[in-house]
């Protein structure tokens, strides 16, 4: 175990460069590389990729890696290019050939991580080349979908067990942000799992205050709480319109801030990102599209001005509060309108099975789909304007789309924006001939292979049209349209860049009529989502349990001692005290800290006439926990206004 520590110590620094790890993390790490099935849960920002990056990089052979999530597929595979490790990943929208290339490099390469999305688990041309590869680890992300008991299932997890038939030696990892212990208990045995060592960090943040609130007029409270809290903020809400709105208002009111949402291009969304992770804007204002993988430690405040459909949502959004262990605090606003919208909301998650069936066929006649074909093509898809022009509900379209990914018949994956790349399939006798012919072209080719070099023959490289423009004196279009021919001609393999949404066909198409819908489970799932919508609901409604409990007590943990720092624990806290003596304390406390004073917790209490008095520094701390006053760097205590 000493060797295995020091191996992993020395990877954790010379490929990452961290020179130890956090909190459970070498334990998961020193059990996978022992070739044991593990299962890691880590709240948000905990670090479960290095737990399946490190022990793979310690040994020989391929890691697989199965996610759901497109967006951090390729922000990994990225990261961990540019850390110098070869990694590829295989989703949906790309084409086959350019499927076929990265998997013979992932036999015949040095290809270190192979991301998967998991209805690829299944494809006979994925499965061909699996069996073939040098496998020493595979990593199943977001774990909780394989679970009908969680928030999020995806049917075609249950095909990731099947991969243990083709290497039975190859140990598994399955990682999660939070699962109960129904989520877990499934997990292990749909991923057979024998002898898991299971590793679990509390969903208890010691650090992080929890407060809910009823309020009318919820863009004034966030307001004045955002006046009150210092520091970056995310302000989370359902509505994309909503986003600008409340954007826009931050901004004419001095706050500064930008808004998400999936319906943003690609490159927009990354400069809003890349302005809030880096401190030039305040606040994001966003839909649940923002968030996932982003690693910003210093956000001392989320706040969400709609309720989430589950307090899984809830937990994983407010967690991205506070991840530097300093102060934050989550706060939920909430009207009876919101309450009761909640569980309507719920109730739509699964439509009508005739509603199902006539949005699959608005889809056949959308992209002329004949029954029988299309099998894993992908295409463009807008929501909004599909609805528009077939007239349907845009909430329970969603939802039908939503349940025929779970069906295993679709796959609606959001917009992101996938770069250009190329791939000379031939040749160089044969490319050169067709330099040769095509005289026009010649400039093109000779540029790419200058600029590229022998990598547009083993793989597909990323290209960028409008700076081979630049390069060729060319507008950007006419590149496009050479590219084009080049591709048409089949001598150079081109995928334009995309950033549309898109929609996938996981199965030949069916006649609607006959659509395979399994009334069982859809009625099974349309009853958990009410649960859920009633715990999310209780939750916030709540004025009698500490809230950091009730979260513990959701997910299978023990309840603690109460936190004393949510809303509910600070006002059993003012109660117990009584209101009299409170409010006495707390005006000779501001009276002392008046002018800009600052003094030591001692010396304020001492000043104020409360020396050694227990019921005077509970006062402190809930004005502190309040924002009202703060303490500095060197334990000096003062106005937070002043």
Not at 47 to 60: N, R, T, Y
Not at 484 to 489: N, R
Not at 583 to 607: D, H, N, P, Q, V
Request: net charge neutral.
């Amino acid at each position: 175990m000493d060797t295995l520590k020091a191996t992993a110590l020395k990877v954790l620094k010379s490929s990452f460069g961290f020179a130890d790890f956090r909190p459970l993390q070498e334990e998961i790490v020193l059990s996978v590389a022992g070739g044991r099935d593990t299962l890691a849960i880590l709240p948000t920002g905990g670090g479960k990729s290095l737990c399946f990056q490190v022990p793979a990089l310690m040994q020989e052979g391929i890691c697989l890696v199965v996610s759901p999530l497109i967006a951090l597929m390729k922000d990994q595979v990225d990261n961990l290019k540019k850390k110098g490790v070869k990694a590829v990943a295989v989703y949906s929208g790309m084409r086959a050939r350019e499927i076929d290339v990265l998997l013979d490099n992932c036999i015949y390469g040095e290809v270190k991580f192979l991301y998967v999305s998991p209805e690829r688990l299944k494809t006979e041309l994925f499965l061909a080349r699996f069996k073939q590869m040098d496998v020493c680890l595979i990593a199943v992300d977001e774990a909780h979908c394989i679970s009908q008991w969680g928030y999020d299932f995806r049917p075609p997890y249950l095909e990731i067990a099947a991969l243990r038939e083709i290497h039975p030696q190859v140990p598994f990892i399955a990682l999660t942000a939070s699962a109960t212990q129904d989520v877990r208990r499934d997990i292990m045995e749909k991923l057979e799992m024998k002898d898991c060592a299971v590793f679990a960090q509390s969903a208890k943040r010691g650090n992080l205050s929890f407060v809910a609130r009823e309020a009318e007029n919820k863009f004034e409270k966030a307001w004045e709480v955002l006046k009150k809290v210092q520091g970056s903020a995310i302000l989370y809400l359902r509505n994309r319109k909503g986003t600008k709105e409340i954007s826009d208002q931050l901004n004419r009111l001095g706050i500064s801030a930008t808004y998400y949402h999936a319906g943003l291009r690609g490159e927009e969304r990354s400069i809003r990102q890349a302005a809030w992770i880096g401190g030039k804007v305040r606040v994001m204002v966003a839909t649940n599209a923002f968030g996932m993988g982003i690693d910003k430690p210093d956000v001392r405040l989320v706040i969400h001005l709609d309720l989430p459909e589950n307090l899984e949502n809830y937990y994983q959004e407010a967690g991205r509060a506070g991840r530097d262990g300093l102060k934050a605090f989550a706060v939920l606003y909430y009207s009876q309108h919101d309450l009761a919208q909640l569980q309507e909301r719920a109730a739509q998650t699964y439509p009508p099975m005739e509603f199902i069936r006539k949005v699959y066929q608005c889809l056949a006649n959308q992209y002329r789909i004949a029954v029988g074909s299309s099998e894993m093509s992908s295409f463009d898809f807008d929501l909004h304007s599909f609805t528009q022009n077939y007239q349907l509900d845009v909430l329970l379209t969603y939802n039908a789309l939503k349940v025929m990914q779970e069906e295993s018949l679709l796959l609606l994956s959001e917009g992101l924006t996938t770069p250009s790349t190329i791939h000379i399939p031939v040749s160089q006798s044969q490319l050169y001939e067709v330099q040769v012919r095509y005289a026009t072209l010649d400039p093109l080719i000779k540029l790419l292979l200058r600029m590229y070099g022998g990598e547009l023959f083993s793989g597909y490289v990323k290209v960028q049209e409008g700076r081979l423009g630049q390069a060729m004196g060319l507008p950007e279009g006419q590149v496009v349209k050479m590219l084009q021919q080049l591709d048409s001609l089949e001598v150079v393999a081109y995928n334009p860049r995309k950033d549309q949404p898109q929609v996938t066909f996981l199965t030949p198409r069916f006649d609607a009529g006959k659509l395979p819908l399994n009334s069982k489970r859809i009625a099974h799932r349309r009853d958990l989502a009410i649960s859920k919508a009633a715990s999310m609901a209780a939750y916030a409604e709540n004025n009698q349990f500490c809230r950091t409990s009730i979260l513990l007590d959701y997910f299978g943990e023990d309840k603690e001692e109460s936190c004393g720092i949510c809303d509910v624990c600070l006002q059993k806290k003012k109660l117990a005290m009584g209101k009299d003596r409170e409010e006495a304390i707390r005006e000779k406390i501001l009276i002392t800290l008046s002018g800009g004073k600052a003094f030591s917790l001692r010396k304020l209490l001492a000043e104020a006439g409360y020396s050694d008095s227990l019921d005077a520094a509970e006062v402190v701390r809930i004005m502190e926990d309040e924002e009202v006053i703060k303490t500095l760097s060197d334990g000096s205590i003062k106005l937070t206004m002043e």
